[in-house]
């Protein structure tokens, strides 16, 4: 599944300093996608140091926002959210700078 | 503004706040010479007798055994008593004709305030058995235990058990005898136990916050403890909180918005109440009395307590976390919130009692206890009892349209309570209402002291108000 | 009608939710303040407009006032700076609105966020002052932790900024100056100064204006604005801002009071604003010792003591004394648990981290 993934508000440093990922993700036949899915993707295959900055237990830090398709993920669902092609992933931290 | 916007506070926080941390002071309080602080770290000799060793090496003092790493045992447990009765006397907390209730939870703090009213009263029946006038006469002591198996069921077996040995640990206490007395929390409602259950049951059934639940609970807990006192003729209820408690208690509050009544929570003293409480324990970390009950053996019963959940749960990792870091937080944490202003109510009221006045008057060291406010405050949440600030009293506009009692009564609580108790729907609150126990109801009704005349009077403006639009 | 649709449709759960403000678009975000859940045009309506209320109501600027807008190229900053520059021109301020940042000579960090504070310069049309610690003071951070190593560097940087920030207002001779501080920081410093035991500062923290007797008084416009809000609200607008943490305090942003605050707003998301109601709420005696104000004898500026922090760390940069004025070392300091009792006590120049949000 064709993905695009975003990181901003210092996210970016995690994963070699590239903001914008266009990602193929694998998922089993049949199966749907969901952002608990993806986020285990990422970190496997995206987040190259400090893990903890990203997740905390089995979903984002708190502090980290995530917005499917620019629609905050809480109106989704949040982990349970279910992707579909060519969707759009945003990953913001608000926890940088000021 | 790189940094200046806090989020760059812990790095380098965490190198200075040793630098911050002031020596505790409660040492000067209880006789120890506070200069003795800094020195004697690198061997194990307690500090005060310099002689015994150390109950744990000084490395392990900021891991979690507060004076523990300082003190050896005989001066660990008197440095602790110490604690507990500068605690009393300085705030006049147990008078000779008392008759005082200790709330037993069965867990550690509530076992050595038992204990240390034990000890406290036994002293006393001992100097009145030798004095001639007998003229101090020795304060009495009951114990209480809230059984609130009707909303955390446990196995019945292992909860009449430890209720067995709760027995015992009492029982087993030196003379005088001190009654034990057990009751359900269901009791606040009737003499009927299994219908207050169920009433209990469905009120917290209607409280969908996970955090208004268990306060509310605590509450009710409250209701039933000064219902024990009442009846059975105690003046004085104490309560085994400690230092690390009280400091969970400060940061909850405060994140409960319920800044404005913290102050009347966390003194020694609490005479909002009809049976005052106090708080003797105030000064004793956690850690110290589990070591205490520990070096004692003085028996616990920990089956019976829950951890806490939802915002108290978090408040209480996060402090733990800042404890463990640097373990005069809890400490320094207390601190702060004591230098709030307390209220009027906030010391033992003056008896008529020309006997135990004088009494406590030659006890009772000249303290600290300056309320600034001379008038007491207008009213208090008829829920949780904290005193109502009065920008918080709700504008008439917001219950234009529900003036019945349970509209009124929501109205009346306080923004936390509001928030997190009170439900929103008017018919959940029209049923909610229905479920409460009687205190509360009439607490509500009276004991707002006016606050209900003044809502009415809000509403009865805003109705004029609104015929004279209507015209 | 379905004009948010031109957003791809989606079969998500939940998804396609209206706004419950306009009933029309497709919601974009649930508001932590009142969890409401709105589409973007009516959350830049409802974020604004709250704003603009909160600077009426508190009387924030008066007409014709000259207002310096601190700027770092962060998030905070960044937004303060659009928004305050849309809402003067629609509200009719009359305000006089300039950009003013530090260059605390940070290779590496600070020279790439003043490159965002020059474009925010042209794209909003404001003036931009940038006063450097080089010049101010003869020293760059990046000097300072050469010779003092990565150890109280947040202390200097802390001190120097606050002044550089007064001095660049003073400069640009502005009557106030405005800070992005959000509802998340406020909280955060309420928590912090009932952990360290600052009751003097605890009771002017939440204040939404302070300073009102020094030369130059700083307000909050977001005081009351979620940090959620600001990032959400930035990445609708694809505002461009700076978001690298600081080369010498990396990781600080893992503090344990962030966290708990973060952690609580996902449970309860008015904790943050409790929080701050109950920084306001506080009873806290009036007599409570604030530090008399004087002016430091060395440069002039406002100081409880002979010489001002700065002028007092400078001093000890210039004499190959870095610990002077810092934490312990004795001598110009205090001790401050005495300091605390007097009545009238004097505030040392004891440590205060970088992080103080400067209140």
């Given at each position: 599944?064709?993905l695009t993934?975003?990181?901003?508000?210092?996210?970016?440093?995690?994963?070699?300093?590239?903001?914008v990922?266009?990602?193929?993700?694998?998922?089993?036949?049949?199966?749907?996608?969901t952002?608990?899915?993806?986020?285990?993707w990422v970190?496997?295959?995206?987040?190259?140091?400090?893990?903890?900055?990203?997740?905390?237990?089995d979903t984002?830090?708190?502090?980290?926002?995530?917005?499917?398709?620019?629609?905050?993920?809480?109106?989704?669902?949040?982990l349970?959210?279910t992707?579909?092609?060519?969707?759009?992933v945003?990953f913001i931290?608000?926890l940088?700078?000021? | 503004?790189?940094?200046?916007?806090?989020?760059c506070?812990?790095?380098?926080?965490?190198?200075?706040?040793e630098?911050?941390e002031q020596?505790p002071?409660?040492e000067a309080a209880?006789?120890?010479?506070?200069?003795?602080?800094?020195?004697?770290?690198?061997?194990?000799?307690?500090?005060?007798?310099?002689?015994?060793?150390t109950?744990?090496?000084?490395?392990?003092?900021g891991?979690?055994?507060?004076?523990g790493?300082?003190f050896?045992a005989d001066?660990?447990?008197?440095?602790?008593?110490?604690?507990?009765?500068?605690?009393?006397?300085a705030?006049?907390?147990?008078?000779p004709?008392?008759?005082?209730?200790?709330?037993?939870?069965?867990?550690?703090?509530?076992r050595?305030?038992?204990?240390?009213?034990?000890?406290?009263?036994?002293?006393?029946?001992?100097?009145?058995?030798?004095?001639r006038?007998?003229?101090?006469?020795?304060?009495?002591?009951?114990?209480?235990?809230?059984d609130?198996?009707?909303?955390?069921?446990a196995?019945?077996?292992?909860f009449?058990?430890?209720?067995?040995?709760?027995?015992?640990?009492?029982?087993?206490?030196?003379?005088p005898?001190?009654?034990?007395?057990?009751?359900?929390?269901?009791?606040?409602y009737?003499s009927?136990f299994?219908?207050?259950?169920?009433?209990?049951?469905?009120?917290?059934n209607?409280?969908s916050?996970?955090t208004?639940?268990?306060?509310?609970?605590?509450?009710l807990?409250?209701?039933?403890?000064q219902?024990?006192?009442?009846?059975n003729?105690?003046?004085?209820?104490?309560?085994g909180?400690?230092?690390?408690?009280?400091?969970?208690?400060?940061?909850?509050?405060?994140v409960?918005?319920?800044?404005y009544?913290?102050?009347?929570?966390?003194?020694?003293?609490?005479?909002r109440?009809?049976?005052?409480?106090?708080?003797?324990?105030?000064?004793?970390?956690?850690?110290?009395l589990?070591?205490?009950c520990?070096?004692?053996?003085?028996?616990?019963?920990?089956?019976i307590n829950?951890p806490?959940s939802?915002?108290?749960?978090l408040?209480?990792s996060?402090?733990?976390?800042?404890?463990e870091?640097?373990?005069?937080?809890e400490?320094?944490?207390?601190?702060?919130?004591?230098?709030?202003?307390?209220?009027?109510f906030?010391?033992?009221?003056?008896t008529d009692?020309?006997?135990a006045?004088l009494?406590?008057?030659?006890?009772?060291?000249?303290?600290?206890?300056?309320?600034?406010?001379?008038l007491?405050p207008?009213?208090?949440?008829?829920?949780?009892?904290s005193p109502?600030n009065?920008?918080?009293?709700?504008?008439?506009?917001s219950?234009?349209?529900?003036q019945?009692?349970?509209?009124?009564?929501?109205?009346?609580?306080c923004?936390s309570?509001?928030?997190q108790?009170v439900?929103?729907e008017?018919?959940?609150?029209?049923?909610?209402?229905?479920?409460?126990p009687?205190?509360?109801i009439?607490?509500?009704?009276?004991?707002?002291?006016?606050?209900?005349?003044?809502?009415?009077?809000?509403i009865?403006?805003?109705?004029?108000?609104?015929?004279?639009?209507?015209? | 009608?379905?004009?948010?649709?031109?957003?791809k449709?989606k079969?998500?759960i939940?998804?396609?939710?209206?706004?419950?403000?306009?009933?029309?678009?497709?919601?974009a975000?649930?508001?932590?303040?009142?969890?409401?859940?709105?589409c973007?045009?009516?959350?830049?309506?409802v974020?604004?407009e709250e704003?603009?209320?909160v600077?009426v109501?508190?009387?924030?600027?008066?007409?014709?006032?000259?207002?310096?807008?601190?700027?770092?190229g962060?998030?905070?900053?960044?937004?303060?700076?659009?928004?305050?520059?849309?809402?003067?021109?629609r509200?009719?301020?009359?305000?006089?609105?300039f950009?003013?940042s530090?260059?605390e000579?940070?290779?590496?960090?600070?020279?790439?966020?003043?490159?965002?504070?020059?474009?925010?310069?042209?794209?909003?049309?404001?003036?931009?002052?940038?006063?450097?610690?080089?010049?101010?003071?003869?020293?760059?951070?990046?000097?300072?932790?050469?010779?003092?190593?990565?150890k109280?560097?947040?202390t200097?940087?802390?001190?120097?900024?606050?002044q550089?920030?007064d001095r660049?207002?003073?400069?640009?001779k502005?009557?106030?100056l405005?800070t992005?501080?959000?509802?998340?920081?406020?909280?955060?410093?309420?928590l912090?100064?009932?952990l360290?035991?600052?009751?003097?500062?605890?009771?002017?923290c939440?204040?939404?204006?302070?300073?009102?007797?020094g030369?130059?008084?700083?307000?909050k416009?977001?005081?009351?604005?979620?940090?959620?809000?600001?990032?959400?609200?930035?990445?609708?607008?694809?505002?461009?801002?700076?978001?690298?943490?600081?080369i010498?305090?990396p990781?600080?942003?893992r503090g344990f009071a962030r966290?708990?605050?973060?952690?609580?707003?996902r449970?309860?998301?008015?904790a943050?604003l409790?929080?701050i109601?109950s920084?306001?709420?506080?009873r806290?005696?009036?007599s409570?010792?604030?530090?008399?104000?004087?002016?430091?004898?060395?440069c002039?500026?406002i100081?409880?003591?002979?010489?001002?922090?700065?002028?007092i760390?400078?001093?000890g940069?210039?004499r190959?004394?870095?610990?002077?004025?810092?934490?312990?070392?004795r001598?110009?300091?205090?001790?401050r648990?005495n300091?605390?009792?007097?009545?009238n006590?004097?505030?040392?120049?004891?440590?205060?981290?970088?992080?103080?949000?400067?209140?």
């Amino acid at each position: 599944m064709q993905l695009t993934l975003e990181f901003g508000g210092g996210l970016e440093l995690l994963c070699d300093s590239v903001k914008v990922h266009n990602v193929n993700v694998d998922q089993g036949a049949g199966e749907k996608l969901t952002m608990k899915n993806l986020l285990a993707w990422v970190c496997t295959n995206l987040i190259k140091e400090r893990p903890e900055m990203f997740m905390k237990e089995d979903t984002v830090r708190p502090g980290v926002l995530v917005l499917v398709n620019d629609c905050d993920w809480e109106l989704s669902g949040q982990l349970d959210t279910t992707l579909e092609e060519k969707d759009s992933v945003v990953f913001i931290s608000t926890l940088h700078g000021g | 503004m790189a940094c200046s916007t806090g989020t760059c506070q812990s790095g380098c926080y965490k190198d200075n706040n040793e630098e911050e941390e002031q020596v505790p002071k409660r040492e000067a309080a209880n006789g120890v010479t506070p200069n003795g602080n800094d020195i004697d770290h690198h061997h194990n000799l307690c500090l005060k007798c310099k002689v015994n060793e150390t109950i744990a090496p000084p490395s392990a003092a900021g891991g979690g055994v507060g004076d523990g790493g300082r003190f050896c045992a005989d001066c660990f447990r008197g440095n602790l008593f110490g604690k507990f009765r500068f605690a009393v006397t300085a705030n006049a907390m147990i008078s000779p004709s008392d008759k005082v209730l200790v709330a037993f939870s069965g867990g550690p703090s509530s076992r050595v305030a038992l204990q240390f009213v034990h000890e406290m009263q036994h002293k006393a029946q001992k100097n009145f058995d030798a004095s001639r006038d007998r003229s101090l006469p020795v304060f009495g002591v009951g114990v209480a235990f809230i059984d609130e198996n009707a909303i955390y069921p446990a196995c019945s077996r292992e909860f009449d058990q430890s209720i067995e040995e709760m027995k015992l640990i009492v029982s087993n206490l030196a003379p005088p005898r001190k009654e034990f007395h057990v009751a359900p929390i269901g009791s606040i409602y009737s003499s009927d136990f299994s219908d207050g259950r169920d009433r209990l049951k469905e009120l917290l059934n209607a409280v969908s916050d996970v955090t208004g639940k268990e306060d509310l609970l605590l509450h009710l807990r409250m209701l039933s403890l000064q219902k024990i006192a009442l009846e059975n003729g105690y003046t004085k209820l104490v309560l085994g909180s400690c230092t690390s408690r009280i400091a969970c208690h400060v940061i909850a509050a405060t994140v409960k918005g319920q800044g404005y009544s913290l102050a009347a929570d966390i003194q020694y003293v609490d005479a909002r109440w009809e049976i005052p409480i106090v708080l003797p324990l105030r000064d004793c970390l956690t850690q110290e009395l589990n070591m205490l009950c520990c070096l004692d053996r003085l028996e616990t019963v920990e089956a019976i307590n829950r951890p806490c959940s939802g915002i108290n749960g978090l408040v209480s990792s996060f402090v733990k976390l800042l404890q463990e870091e640097n373990p005069s937080r809890e400490c320094t944490i207390v601190r702060t919130a004591g230098k709030l202003t307390p209220f009027h109510f906030n010391r033992i009221p003056e008896t008529d009692d020309g006997n135990a006045h004088l009494a406590s008057q030659r006890r009772q060291k000249k303290f600290n206890l300056k309320p600034n406010e001379s008038l007491p405050p207008e009213s208090f949440c008829p829920i949780c009892h904290s005193p109502l600030n009065n920008c918080d009293l709700p504008s008439f506009s917001s219950f234009e349209d529900d003036q019945t009692s349970a509209g009124i009564f929501g109205a009346s609580c306080c923004p936390s309570c509001r928030f997190q108790i009170v439900p929103k729907e008017p018919s959940s609150m029209v049923q909610f209402y229905s479920l409460l126990p009687q205190p509360i109801i009439s607490r509500a009704k009276d004991g707002g002291c006016g606050n209900q005349r003044w809502l009415r009077e809000q509403i009865q403006d805003c109705l004029l108000s609104d015929n004279e639009d209507g015209t | 009608m379905q004009e948010a649709d031109v957003v791809k449709p989606k079969k998500n759960i939940g998804a396609g939710r209206q706004c419950t403000i306009c009933n029309q678009r497709r919601a974009a975000l649930k508001r932590p303040k009142t969890l409401e859940q709105i589409c973007r045009e009516c959350f830049y309506v409802v974020f604004e407009e709250e704003i603009h209320r909160v600077i009426v109501d508190n009387q924030l600027f008066k007409p014709g006032e000259r207002i310096a807008i601190g700027a770092s190229g962060g998030k905070d900053s960044t937004v303060l700076a659009y928004v305050l520059s849309e809402l003067n021109r629609r509200h009719n301020y009359e305000l006089d609105l300039f950009l003013l940042s530090v260059d605390e000579g940070i290779t590496g960090y600070r020279d790439d966020s003043l490159e965002t504070v020059k474009r925010n310069e042209i794209q909003y049309g404001l003036p931009l002052k940038v006063v450097s610690y080089k010049e101010l003071y003869g020293w760059t951070m990046d000097e300072i932790v050469k010779m003092i190593g990565l150890k109280n560097n947040c202390t200097f940087c802390g001190v120097f900024r606050r002044q550089a920030l007064d001095r660049g207002a003073a400069l640009l001779k502005v009557d106030k100056l405005a800070t992005g501080h959000n509802a998340d920081d406020i909280a955060e410093t309420v928590l912090l100064n009932i952990l360290r035991g600052d009751i003097a500062r605890l009771s002017r923290c939440t204040s939404i204006t302070t300073g009102e007797d020094g030369p130059i008084p700083r307000c909050k416009p977001f005081k009351y604005t979620y940090e959620k809000e600001i990032v959400m609200y930035a990445y609708f607008k694809r505002l461009d801002y700076f978001s690298t943490e600081c080369i010498y305090s990396p990781n600080a942003y893992r503090g344990f009071a962030r966290e708990f605050i973060k952690d609580l707003e996902r449970i309860r998301p008015s904790a943050i604003l409790d929080i701050i109601k109950s920084g306001e709420d506080f009873r806290i005696s009036t007599s409570t010792k604030m530090p008399e104000q004087g002016t430091c004898e060395r440069c002039g500026y406002i100081s409880s003591q002979k010489w001002c922090k700065a002028c007092i760390l400078l001093e000890g940069l210039n004499r190959g004394l870095p610990k002077l004025g810092i934490g312990r070392s004795r001598g110009i300091t205090t001790d401050r648990s005495n300091d605390m009792k007097q009545s009238n006590g004097i505030k040392n120049i004891q440590s205060k981290q970088c992080g103080t949000l400067d209140f």
